[in-house]
């Protein structure tokens, strides 16, 4: 139940394209669920969140899609770029503000 | 500027030879935690703080060792390596869930 479920394990999309990425949990008590974006040699950092209260929320060309009745969240990246290239993680946050991950996905944008 | 410090970036040991990684912050977070990182695994908690003198294991504790005698530093202990803790380690301070993590350490040994 404290697991969370994330897929693709990777993924290749095309310059412009739109990049898909989608989790899944069990746990109802979860509240608050970011997305951390990693590049290569360095540390994941994060990208953007939502609560469960929200149903999308959008920083410039990446979006978080969010059911509750579904346990499933999803990040979009429109107009994909190469610079966005990078491992991408979904996280929720349980009891005493741990962070649950996902497994992770590996975005190539191609040119 | 906020940061979490881990050093060293890269090690290369031997077996059965005791190494110290260490981890500091300067975000005056309470709660720290430690990571392994495998291709295909994403990322693995290995032991957490959630203050001074309180620590507790995560999914992946076994041959690692922590203590947290002071708020801003977390090393990460291993007594004993062995070839299967090759990886690439980080350490995260974290305020409400969100986490600010280290640069990485690479591992590796033989």
């Known amino acids: 139940q404290q697991q969370v479920k994330q897929s693709p394990q990777s993924l290749i999309v095309q310059k412009g394209g739109i990049s898909i990425i989608n989790c899944a949990y069990e746990?109802?008590?979860?509240?608050?669920f970011p997305w951390y974006q990693q590049f290569p040699g360095k540390g994941p950092a994060l990208l953007i969140a939502i609560r469960p209260d929200v149903s999308e929320k959008k920083e410039g060309r990446f979006t978080i899609s969010f059911n509750k009745s579904a346990k499933q969240f999803s990040l979009h990246i429109m107009d994909s770029q190469p610079g966005d290239s990078a491992t991408y993680f979904c996280a929720a946050r349980g009891s005493n503000y741990q962070l649950i991950w996902g497994a992770g996905t590996k975005l190539i944008i191609k040119p | 500027e906020a940061q979490v410090t881990q050093n060293p970036r890269y090690l290369i040991t031997v077996t059965g030879k005791k190494l110290t990684v260490t981890c500091s912050q300067n975000m005056n977070h309470e709660y720290m935690s430690w990571y392994r990182q495998d291709p295909g695994l994403g990322l693995r908690q290995i032991y957490y703080?959630?203050?001074?003198?309180?620590?507790d294991k995560g999914d992946v504790p076994e041959g690692y060792k922590v203590s947290r005698k002071e708020k801003r530093n977390f090393p990460l202990i291993l007594e004993s390596p062995s070839p299967n803790q090759t990886s690439l380690y980080f350490c995260?301070?974290?305020?409400?869930?969100?986490?600010?993590f280290g640069q990485g350490t690479r591992l590796t040994v033989v």
């Open positions: 746990n109802t008590a979860f509240d608050y």
């Open positions: 995260a301070s974290s305020f409400k869930g969100e986490a600010f």
């Open positions: 703080s959630m203050n001074v003198e309180v620590t």
